[in-house]
């Protein structure tokens, strides 16, 4: 009954619970972050493993992923006797549309703006588009009209069919039309000193804008509000177009009139007369190009007039300024004022260095040297060419060819007028153009054929060739030889009839021909013997040459200098021909003889007794295709005879030969 007893303890070490939660499971990849909460027991580490190669050892971490897909997220949780417990849940990654479109254009002015969006975007199901003017749309590409100006932030929202959705702005801009309008302080005036003056009253919301005027007479300006004068009688149109700094464009038109207008003038019976009886006859001489006008006449005493001519008399003596006001149907007015009694009239009258000149550096000047007994006087210019001038004694150029009538008007200080009119003459210059048959010719034989091509807008011109030798010319189209080699300087000159000129320098060439000299040590030779040998001496100014001997046998040379053998007698035309190195010739022939070489023959008695020798020679001598015509023989005892058949005596014993 006796115990004894012994303890010991185990241990038996608990495992962690592992768990966690996630706040969502699915999320879409832009900017997705899984948030996960460690719900685990009895652990004092952890270890996610997110699926995607990246790992944390928080308690609860969140975590990005950067690629669509399923992942494995798993917990691993150890406490401190490194007893283990893992789990492992999927979250799932979404993909999100790729977003983008365009605008056909950002900026447009407001009215008509019409913007057209063109939906690029890939992977979306739906869309939702934000105009940014409280309107949207659902269309793929959508078009939109904004109803206000100024700047829209276009927003395009795109959804996939997983509930992913991404957006993507742009802006765009309507711009402010500028209003055009302006003011006209006068519509309608008279062609005298006409001066319109546009008021520019334009409005534009905001920016700045531009101005273009067209005036209707093919001018134009860019300031705001111009002033503009007509050169001639006519209703014009005139257009204001204004531009806004982003090009928005806006126009008005409104019309102008130019009226014409009456050239004041009247004649006076006589502007001095005596006070008993005096009658001053105003005989209206005024004119207007088009419509009616109506006159009144101030005598300067009170007296007035409304008749188109009419007189009147004075009741006191003095000067007295009478005034003609023309007043066209348009109210446009123009006033002339004699004086009666004896008030002064200037006497207009000019002269001009030149009345006729040619186009080219013309310069017109006009010395005025017009006269008035008493007072002063002003002068206008028309030089004919709508170009005028107020100046004393002016200068003037003009710009094309033709007659021009120079009307000088004196006015004086009451108004009296005198017109001189001259006639200047601005004359055209020739065009000066020729053409060369061939530039480059040997002296011998040389024949430069010159075309002319020359023209002129109007009248005749001559011609004045200078061929570079000294030698002229006034043909139309010359020719022309030259006795020289050298470069030579052709020029014509053309001159029209009012000796406005015009010239053209063109360069020929004249090679030098060799000059042939040759001698032959015989023209005539027998053909047994002969040997014709020849030298040449030709010569050249300069450059080299080369020689061709054809000696009419079929034989020929290159030589300078040669020698040649005839096989046949004859008559030989022999050429040499020599030809420089830039391919200019001479050529000369001579003739030369062959003669044909007798054949001495003879039969005679051959031994005679020396009592009454008589010795008979017979000629038996031939030539071929000619005659023999002299003898000479030898009877070998120093005696001659020159007979075709002599005989002979010896007057001594021996043998002859």
């Not at 849940?89 to 913007?115: E, H, L, W």
């Not at 013997?529 to 030709?538: C, D, E, P």
């Not at 003889?593 to 010795?615: E, G, H, I, M, W």
């Given at each position: 009954?006796?115990?004894?007893?012994a303890?010991?303890?185990?241990?038996?070490?608990?495992?962690?619970?592992?768990?966690?939660?996630?706040?969502?499971?699915?999320?879409?990849?832009?900017?997705?972050?899984?948030?996960?909460?460690?719900?685990?027991?009895?652990?004092?580490?952890?270890?996610?493993?997110?699926?995607?190669?990246?790992?944390?050892?928080?308690?609860?971490?969140?975590?990005?992923?950067?690629?669509?897909?399923?992942?494995?997220?798993?917990?691993?949780?150890?406490?401190?006797?490194?007893?283990?417990?893992?789990?492992?849940?999927?979250?799932?990654?979404?993909?999100?549309?790729?977003?983008a479109?365009?605008?056909?254009?950002?900026?447009?002015?407001?009215?008509?703006?019409?913007?057209?969006?063109t939906?690029?975007?890939?992977g979306?199901?739906?869309y939702?588009?934000?105009?940014?003017?409280?309107?949207?749309s659902?269309t793929?590409?959508?078009i939109?009209?904004?109803?206000?100006?100024?700047?829209?932030?276009?927003?395009?929202?795109?959804?996939?069919?997983?509930?992913?959705?991404d957006?993507?702005?742009?802006?765009?801009?309507?711009?402010?039309?500028?209003?055009?309008?302006f003011?006209?302080?006068?519509?309608?005036?008279?062609?005298?000193?006409?001066?319109?003056?546009?008021t520019n009253?334009t409005?534009?919301?905001?920016?700045?804008?531009?101005?273009?005027?067209?005036?209707?007479?093919?001018?134009?300006?860019t300031?705001?509000?111009?002033?503009?004068?007509?050169?001639?009688?006519?209703?014009?149109?005139?257009?204001?177009?204004?531009?806004?700094?982003?090009?928005?464009?806006?126009?008005?038109?409104?019309?102008?009139?130019?009226?014409?207008?009456t050239?004041?003038?009247?004649?006076?019976?006589?502007?001095?007369?005596?006070?008993?009886?005096?009658?001053?006859?105003?005989?209206?001489?005024?004119?207007?190009a088009s419509?009616?006008?109506?006159n009144?006449?101030?005598?300067?005493?009170?007296?007035?007039s409304s008749?188109?001519s009419?007189?009147?008399?004075?009741?006191?003596?003095?000067?007295?300024?009478?005034q003609?006001?023309?007043?066209?149907?348009?109210?446009?007015?123009?006033?002339?004022?004699?004086?009666?009694?004896?008030?002064?009239?200037?006497?207009?009258?000019?002269?001009?260095?030149?009345?006729?000149?040619?186009?080219?550096?013309?310069l017109f000047?006009?010395?005025?040297?017009?006269?008035?007994s008493?007072?002063?006087?002003?002068?206008?210019w028309?030089?004919g060419?709508?170009?005028?001038?107020?100046?004393?004694s002016?200068?003037?150029?003009?710009?094309?060819?033709?007659?021009?009538?120079?009307?000088?008007?004196?006015?004086?200080?009451?108004?009296?007028?005198?017109t001189?009119?001259?006639?200047?003459?601005?004359?055209?210059?020739?065009?000066t153009?020729?053409?060369?048959?061939d530039?480059?010719?040997?002296?011998v034989?040389?024949?430069?054929?010159?075309?002319?091509?020359?023209?002129?807008?109007?009248?005749?011109?001559?011609?004045?060739?200078s061929?570079?030798?000294?030698?002229?010319?006034?043909?139309?189209?010359?020719?022309h030889n030259?006795?020289?080699?050298?470069?030579?300087?052709?020029?014509?000159?053309?001159?029209?009839?009012?000796?406005?000129?015009d010239?053209?320098?063109?360069?020929?060439?004249?090679y030098?021909?060799?000059?042939?000299?040759?001698?032959?040590?015989?023209?005539?030779?027998?053909?047994?013997?002969?040997?014709?040998?020849?030298?040449?001496?030709?010569?050249i100014?300069?450059?080299?040459?080369?020689?061709?001997?054809?000696?009419?046998?079929?034989?020929?040379?290159?030589?300078k200098?040669?020698?040649?053998?005839?096989?046949?007698?004859?008559?030989?035309?022999?050429?040499?021909?020599v030809?420089?190195?830039?391919?200019?010739?001479?050529?000369?022939?001579?003739?030369?003889?062959v003669?044909?070489?007798?054949?001495?023959?003879f039969?005679?008695?051959?031994v005679?007794c020396?009592?009454?020798?008589?010795?008979?020679?017979?000629?038996?001598s031939?030539?071929?295709?000619?005659?023999?015509?002299?003898?000479?023989?030898d009877?070998?005892?120093?005696?001659?005879?020159?007979?075709?058949?002599?005989?002979?005596?010896y007057?001594?014993?021996?043998?002859?030969?």
């Amino acid at each position: 009954g006796c115990k004894d007893s012994a303890t010991k303890t185990l241990d038996v070490l608990a495992k962690p619970i592992t768990g966690f939660t996630m706040v969502d499971t699915a999320l879409c990849l832009k900017n997705n972050n899984f948030t996960f909460t460690n719900t685990s027991i009895g652990n004092t580490s952890n270890l996610w493993r997110f699926g995607d190669g990246a790992t944390s050892i928080l308690v609860s971490p969140s975590h990005g992923y950067i690629a669509t897909g399923t992942y494995q997220v798993r917990l691993i949780t150890s406490n401190a006797a490194n007893c283990k417990d893992s789990i492992t849940k999927n979250v799932y990654v979404r993909a999100q549309p790729t977003m983008a479109f365009s605008i056909n254009d950002t900026s447009q002015c407001f009215r008509g703006n019409s913007f057209v969006f063109t939906n690029s975007t890939s992977g979306a199901s739906t869309y939702l588009w934000k105009f940014g003017d409280a309107s949207t749309s659902t269309t793929t590409s959508p078009i939109h009209t904004y109803t206000g100006i100024g700047g829209y932030s276009v927003k395009l929202i795109a959804s996939t069919s997983t509930g992913c959705k991404d957006s993507i702005s742009k802006n765009v801009y309507t711009r402010m039309n500028p209003n055009s309008t302006f003011y006209l302080t006068d519509s309608s005036l008279c062609f005298k000193g006409n001066s319109f003056k546009f008021t520019n009253n334009t409005y534009i919301g905001s920016g700045s804008y531009s101005n273009l005027w067209k005036f209707g007479d093919n001018t134009t300006s860019t300031i705001a509000s111009p002033t503009h004068s007509y050169g001639s009688v006519a209703n014009f149109t005139v257009k204001l177009v204004t531009t806004s700094n982003y090009g928005c464009k806006d126009s008005i038109t409104k019309n102008v009139y130019v009226r014409p207008q009456t050239i004041a003038g009247y004649k006076i019976n006589s502007n001095s007369q005596c006070f008993r009886g005096n009658f001053f006859t105003f005989t209206d001489t005024s004119k207007i190009a088009s419509g009616s006008y109506t006159n009144l006449w101030m005598f300067g005493d009170y007296g007035a007039s409304s008749l188109t001519s009419t007189t009147h008399n004075y009741s006191s003596i003095g000067s007295y300024s009478v005034q003609l006001v023309s007043t066209s149907n348009y109210g446009c007015k123009d006033t002339v004022t004699k004086s009666v009694y004896v008030r002064p009239h200037p006497v207009s009258q000019f002269s001009t260095n030149t009345a006729s000149q040619c186009l080219r550096g013309n310069l017109f000047s006009f010395v005025n040297s017009s006269t008035i007994s008493s007072g002063t006087y002003t002068n206008n210019w028309n030089f004919g060419d709508a170009a005028t001038s107020l100046l004393l004694s002016p200068t003037h150029n003009y710009g094309i060819t033709g007659t021009f009538s120079v009307q000088l008007i004196t006015t004086s200080d009451y108004g009296c007028k005198d017109t001189i009119n001259k006639t200047t003459f601005v004359r055209p210059h020739p065009l000066t153009a020729f053409s060369i048959n061939d530039t480059t010719q040997c002296l011998v034989g040389n024949n430069y054929q010159f075309t002319n091509n020359s023209s002129i807008s109007s009248g005749n011109y001559k011609n004045q060739w200078s061929f570079g030798d000294n030698a002229t010319s006034k043909l139309i189209s010359p020719n022309h030889n030259y006795i020289t080699p050298n470069t030579f300087a052709v020029k014509l000159i053309t001159t029209s009839y009012y000796n406005c000129t015009d010239s053209l320098i063109k360069s020929v060439d004249v090679y030098p021909n060799p000059v042939i000299k040759y001698t032959v040590n015989s023209d005539n030779q027998c053909l047994g013997v002969n040997q014709f040998i020849f030298a040449n001496n030709t010569t050249i100014s300069s450059g080299s040459m080369s020689s061709m001997w054809k000696f009419n046998d079929g034989d020929s040379s290159n030589l300078k200098n040669t020698s040649h053998i005839y096989k046949i007698a004859g008559i030989y035309n022999v050429s040499l021909k020599v030809l420089s190195n830039l391919g200019c010739p001479d050529a000369s022939n001579t003739v030369l003889t062959v003669y044909p070489q007798p054949k001495a023959a003879f039969s005679q008695d051959t031994v005679f007794c020396f009592k009454d020798n008589l010795f008979r020679f017979n000629d038996k001598s031939s030539i071929s295709g000619s005659s023999i015509n002299s003898y000479l023989w030898d009877f070998g005892d120093g005696s001659l005879d020159n007979i075709p058949n002599p005989t002979h005596h010896y007057s001594y014993i021996d043998t002859f030969k």
